[in-house]
């Protein structure tokens, strides 16, 4: 009986064994979120989605686009005095006194590394002159990159019925944001050493190629996360709505689209084009799968032109009947 009592144990230890090993442990783990995107930074083209057009309440991602609003449009060497407004925010702050003085920099680090409301709050004013007029701002920056499903009405996301984006809308702003070195700087910097404050985004430390950018979290809009990740000269932004397990699921997104894509340069002004010279190179991420829907043709100018340097016709990529791409060829 002793024997095969140890056999069944054995056995059902090897039967959960293979359970286990069988699935990652992200995919064991995570719950999916209620909104989720992923996109390619360059292309924007969108690799995952789940309800991504669902408007939800987003917390403090909404920092992003306070962020990228102020680095196109104000000085960020400049002294910003802090208002009596933005001391004692409600939420997450570093505790700014009014009459202090901080470059809009170093409130940048505040904004992105601590999560400050307070921060949020000064830069807006500082920007607009109020949060009514700069949350105006924020609608047309986005309306501008695409994101049509947004409304904002502050700076920081704290709860207020009017106030959600998209899981598409905030990965289409996060990726313009990522285009802008500074931005970049400042949301995958661990530790601002001037201010000793350090990154509250785990993802920086835990997964390989994490180069930001913002967690958020209310009760309101649940666990939140924008993560961008760069391998093998792709970056990719993640975005996930009222996650619970925001880590463990953005860590499932980024593995899953970094195995399926590939960039693949698809234009080369190096290389001359059917005996034309072009100007812009082109990179699409692709699935091995979709090599073979490629198409590649050419309009050209009847008669051509003689001299050089002028414009032959265009050229044209299609991803099966899609237009992915085309511009000028010139006369070589």
């Known amino acids: 009986m002793k024997r095969n009592n140890i056999l069944l144990t054995l056995l059902l230890a090897a039967t959960l064994f293979l359970f286990f090993a069988a699935k990652p442990l992200s995919a064991l783990a995570a719950a999916v979120g209620r909104g989720e995107c ?5 292309s924007r083209r969108i690799l995952h989605e789940k309800d991504a057009s669902a408007p939800l309440p987003m917390a403090s991602t909404t920092k992003v686009l306070t962020a990228i609003l102020i680095l196109d449009d104000c000085d960020i060497d400049e002294t910003v005095v802090i208002p009596k407004a933005a001391e004692g925010v409600e939420g997450s702050s570093v505790y700014l006194h009014a009459g202090d003085a901080y470059t809009v920099r170093e409130l940048l680090y505040g904004l992105m590394l601590r999560s400050g409301n ?34 904002f009405v502050n700076p920081h996301g704290l709860p207020d019925g009017r106030h959600h984006t998209t899981a598409r809308d905030l990965a289409l702003i996060s990726a313009y944001a990522m285009e802008n070195p500074i931005f970049r700087e400042i949301v995958s910097c661990k530790y601002y050493e001037p201010r000793n404050w350090q990154n509250k985004n785990k993802m920086l430390y835990n997964y390989d190629g994490a180069i930001g950018v913002k967690t958020g979290f209310t009760t309101a809009a649940g666990r939140c996360l924008v993560t961008c990740a760069e391998r093998n000269g792709m970056d990719i932004v993640s975005v996930v709505l009222n996650c619970p397990e925001m880590y463990e699921r953005t860590e499932e997104l980024l593995n899953g689209c970094f195995e399926e894509y590939r960039i693949y340069r698809l234009c080369d002004s190096l290389m001359p084009w059917e005996g034309f010279s072009v100007k ?11 090599l073979r829907l490629l198409r590649f043709d050419h ?13 032959a016709g265009q050229m044209h990529i299609y991803l099966q009947n899609d237009l992915l791409f085309s511009q000028n060829l010139y006369i070589i």
Request: aromatic letters at 8%; one cysteine or more; proline letters at 5%.
């Open 38 to 42: 992923v996109v390619e930074v360059s």
């Open 118 to 151: 307070d921060c949020a709050v000064t830069l807006a004013l500082h920007h607009s002159g109020s949060i009514e007029d700069f949350s105006e701002k924020m609608n047309e920056k986005a309306a501008l990159l695409g994101a049509q499903g947004s409304f």
């Open 280 to 290: 812009y190179d082109f990179d699409y991420p692709l699935k091995k799968t979709e």
């Open 299 to 311: 309009t050209l100018i009847d008669p051509l032109p003689e001299q050089r340097g002028e414009v």
